[in-house]
């Protein structure tokens, strides 16, 4: 364990901004979504009204899980138990991955190793960052609830769930560390065991509304509604992460001690004798297709369970006229079914843009990690090896929006009997291409006139996300709604379409990428 502390302090100051950002966040998310349940759903009997729609709707469980209770606390938490526990174990498992198998991949632990530093260190230096981020989460989520005036007992079990359930997936991705070759492994390992654990937890909270489905119980995204805050809480179901924490680590640190530093347990598959990457372009694939696959999952498998729930829209808002004008404020005045679809889809675009910032930073990745330069280097000319990777960004995008809209629309369809309604829905899906493209030109404008600011891409998203999603329920003034490019698109399915609003996004979403690439190809390498 030589030297944990002084890795500690070094990942602490990388992650100086990533931690603070996201415990925020997350913080500002719960108290956000508490105020929001006591001002639309004021009165018991309103509270009652939408936990009996809710249980009995198996899609809305699916995806949120049931209402146990019909307290203040326990409706305002039951979205969050949901949003925040995978948001804080996504961030978890970045940060574990970032200090221990990306240090490795890119030679900076080999270097670290030289020096007096125990052969554990750097993977309890992780594991300490991430507690430090998941403690940091629960209390300012306690406090933030108990500030509302939300009770005690029940604002500590939510700070403890979210806090618990970011460790235990902090675990996993320690163990998926010493497992894989690479930081894109370890991430798409422990993506796959979230992605397994939301699937159980849903299937079982799909089949009953009380949490007693053995699939739940086999889930720790299962455990998480099980605590069950504000609902008589069961705080020993705490203790089950704490299990799951204690032998997902200790096995992480078993393997651990029996491996080189850069080598891994799984064994790295043997290439074919011949090349099968003919080109920049397909170099470009090879990199990203795993990236669009993941994607794509998730579009296909969100947007079908948010089509089927369309259906029943009218009937989950019932006579709450607050909820109501908060969909038609997201998804328009043009009926709550398809206001429901708009506001649906209209989220879908904004994920949609969070892919092609991410896939066009990839290449600022291939840059900092010294590979861009060698293909720089020889006879490959930078406007194709940049195209290369903004034809995945870009058309990657498209797919996305697609897959949504046909997913949305089939869901939809079969809970309504209406088929015909897939293409309604796709063709306004892909209405959102204009935005999502607005928003992947700022990240290549950064990436190519200001490198070093490339993440400040991230801001610009964030921004979006939180006037798109929350700016209708605070009910934002519309000089605030406007800085979101999708606030200028008509909300389909149902608005009247203009082509104005697509030109002049359109046009606009061309002059930063024209003038970042042109900015690339001046600017030095690294």
Do not use: C
């Not at 970011?166 to 992605?195: D, H, I, N, W, Y």
């Not at 089509?307 to 908060?326: K, T």
């Amino acid at each position: 364990m030589a030297g944990t502390g002084t890795l500690l302090r070094l990942a602490l100051r990388r992650d100086r901004l990533l931690i603070p950002v996201w415990v925020i966040l997350l913080a500002v998310l719960a108290v956000q979504s508490a105020a929001a349940v006591e001002q639309f759903y004021p009165t018991a009997a309103d509270r009652a009204d939408m936990a009996r729609s809710t249980n009995a709707n198996a899609s809305m469980r699916a995806i949120y899980g049931p209402v146990f209770e019909p307290t203040l606390g326990a409706v305002s938490v039951w979205e969050l138990l949901t949003t925040g526990t995978v948001l804080i174990a996504i961030v978890s498992m970045v940060i574990v991955v970032r200090h221990t198998r990306e240090e490795e991949e890119t030679g900076r632990q080999e270097l670290i190793s030289a020096a007096v530093v125990g052969h554990r260190a750097p993977l309890t230096a992780a594991l300490l960052a991430a507690a430090v981020a998941n403690a940091a989460a629960a209390v300012l989520i306690a406090l933030g609830l108990m500030s509302i005036g939300l009770p005690t007992a029940g604002s500590v079990a939510t700070g403890l769930t979210v806090g618990g359930t970011g460790m235990v997936f902090a675990a996993f991705a320690a163990l998926a560390a010493q497992l894989t070759e690479s930081a894109r492994l370890a991430k798409g390992l422990t993506g796959a065991v979230l992605g397994a654990a939301f699937m159980l937890r849903a299937a079982g909270d799909s089949g009953t509304a009380d949490g007693s489905s053995p699939l739940a119980w086999l889930s720790p995204l299962g455990w998480t509604r099980n605590v069950r805050p504000y609902a008589d809480e069961r705080f020993w179901v705490l203790l089950l992460m704490v299990a799951l924490i204690a032998v997902v680590s200790a096995a992480a640190y078993e393997l651990a001690g029996r491996r080189d530093v850069g080598a891994s347990f799984l064994a790295t598959r043997p290439g074919p004798a011949e090349g099968r990457i003919g080109g920049v372009y397909g170099l470009a694939w090879r990199l990203q297709r795993g990236s669009l696959l993941g994607w794509g999952t998730g579009f296909a498998l969100g947007g079908f369970a948010f089509g089927a729930m369309a259906d029943g829209a009218d009937e989950l808002i019932g006579d709450n006229e607050q909820s109501r004008e908060i969909i038609e404020r997201m998804g328009g005045a043009q009926g709550i079914t398809d206001a429901f679809l708009a506001a649906m889809i209209g989220l879908f675009g904004m994920l949609a843009a969070v892919y092609a910032v991410s896939a066009v930073l990839r290449m600022r990745g291939e840059e900092t990690s010294e590979r861009a330069e060698p293909l720089l280097a020889s006879v490959l000319p930078r406007l194709r090896w940049v195209s290369s990777h903004l034809v995945i960004a870009y058309a990657g995008s498209v797919v996305l929006l697609l897959v949504s809209g046909l997913t949305t629309g089939l869901g939809y369809g079969l809970a309504a009997g209406d088929t015909g309604q897939v293409w309604r829905v796709t063709g306004a899906s892909l209405a959102q291409t204009p935005a999502v493209w607005l928003l992947a030109g700022a990240a290549v404008l950064l990436f190519g006139a200001l490198p070093a600011l490339s993440m400040a891409a991230w801001g610009l998203v964030v921004v979006v996300l939180v006037v798109g999603w929350i700016g209708p329920s605070l009910d934002l003034p519309q000089s605030v709604m406007n800085i979101s490019p999708f606030t200028h698109l008509p909300k389909l399915p149902g608005a009247e379409v203009t082509a104005a609003p697509y030109l002049w996004l359109l046009l606009l979403a061309a002059v930063p990428l024209v003038a970042g690439i042109a900015a690339f190809r001046r600017r030095d390498i690294g």
